[in-house]
């Protein structure tokens, strides 16, 4: 199992930035994908960024060009920079890493508890 543990939430106004940082527990290198999430009540969570092993990246369109994922294989640390932020991306934003556990490739998705964004108008 692995821990992950985010930090760099809080409370911005509309148009500022703010940096979401995650780290684990373990070697995030062996991860085979990493990403951050954001949930609103009463809605799902939704993918909002993720990276993979090779280095691919994938974002949700509402961030699209105003948020950059991106990780540190020292710090064994995944980050979220957002940029350019709006009240619509308020929510718990989490991370999460999915890594294989056997020889058929099966993995396991493991989470965060999760860090507040609020932005204000």
């Known amino acids: 199992q692995v821990r992950l543990v985010e930090s760099g939430g809080g409370l911005a106004q509309a148009g500022e930035s703010l940096r979401l940082d995650c780290a684990s527990s373990?070697?995030?290198?062996?991860?085979?994908?990493m990403g951050w999430y954001r949930q609103v009540p009463g809605k799902q969570r939704e993918l909002v960024a993720e990276v993979s092993n090779s280095g691919a990246t994938n974002y949700a369109d509402s961030v699209k060009g105003r948020f950059t994922i991106s990780r540190d294989h020292v710090k064994n640390t995944l980050y979220l920079q957002m940029n350019s932020l709006k009240p619509e991306d308020t929510g718990v934003y989490f991370c999460?890493?999915?890594?294989?556990?056997?020889?058929?490739?099966?993995?396991?998705?493991?989470w965060g508890q999760g860090t507040q964004v609020t932005v204000s108008t």
């Open positions: 373990r070697s995030i290198s062996n991860f085979k994908t």
């Open positions: 999460k890493a999915e890594f294989v556990v056997n020889v058929e490739g099966a993995t396991v998705g493991s």
